[in-house]
């Protein structure tokens, strides 16, 4: 009931196409998803998250997309750079949760030029 | 740049050590994390600190000993390592510990131990 399952584990794409990985959890008590981008050697970076209040958010080219009834969110990244080729993260936590991020396994995104 | 600092970026010791991680934040933060991650896994949460008391330790091993000197400032003492140890540290910091504030992470130390 803790997990966060995200898919798929590597993905490429062409520059300039849509990257979109997908989350789903369990638990319905989570209420803060946010998701991570981190590049070799470096820590993760928060790039955008949502509360289930609503079905979509959108930072530039990055979209997070709600589905609250099927328990599943996902990022999209419109546009895709070379310079978006990361590891990107999805989470979840819980008010009064001590702010425990449960984190997914992680996908490795390559944009090629 | 990150706004949370980590020091020393690398740190290279033998298993009969003791060696402290250091972790700062400016960012007026009351909650302070700090996680491990292994190559190509996410993190995984080993301590937490709220208004510099320990809240979460998530059953980690008596050789790693956190310490919150104050709001701004988090130590990982290391003593003892296995080289399973070996990892990426990541500290992390947040406004509180309530609300699902945004935990905003450094660039980690990188521990090898020998």
């Known amino acids: 009931q803790q997990q966060v399952k995200q898919s798929p584990q590597s993905l490429i794409v062409q520059k300039g196409g849509i990257s979109i990985i997908n989350c789903a959890y369990e638990?319905?008590?989570?209420?803060?998803f946010p998701w991570y981008q981190q590049f070799p050697g470096k820590g993760p970076a928060l790039l955008i998250a949502i509360r289930p209040d609503v079905s979509e958010k959108k930072e530039g080219r990055f979209t997070i997309s709600f589905n609250k009834s099927a328990k599943q969110f996902s990022l999209h990244i419109m546009d895709s750079q070379p310079g978006d080729s990361a590891t990107y993260f999805c989470?979840?936590?819980?008010?009064?949760?001590?702010?425990?991020?449960?984190f997914g396994k992680g996908t490795k995104l390559t944009v090629n030029p | 740049d990150t706004e949370v600092t980590q020091t020393p970026k690398h740190l290279v010791m033998g298993m009969t050590n003791k060696k402290s991680l250091k972790c700062e934040q400016h960012?007026?933060?009351?909650?302070m994390y700090w996680y491990k991650q292994k190559a190509k896994k996410p993190p995984e949460l080993m301590f937490v600190?709220?208004?510099?008391?320990?809240?979460i330790n998530e059953s980690v091993p008596s050789r790693f000993s956190p310490e919150c000197p104050n709001s701004s400032l988090l130590n990982l003492h290391l003593h003892a390592l296995q080289p399973e140890d070996s990892a990426l540290y990541l500290c992390?910091?947040?406004?509180?510990?309530?609300?699902?504030?945004?935990?905003?992470f450094g660039d980690g130390t990188r521990l090898s131990i020998l």
């Open positions: 989470a979840a936590s819980m008010r009064g949760g001590s702010e425990k991020l449960v």
């Open positions: 600190y709220s208004y510099e008391k320990l809240s």
């Open positions: 638990n319905t008590a989570f209420d803060y």
């Open positions: 992390a910091s947040s406004q509180t510990t309530s609300g699902n504030r945004p935990q905003h």
């Open positions: 960012m007026g933060h009351r909650a």
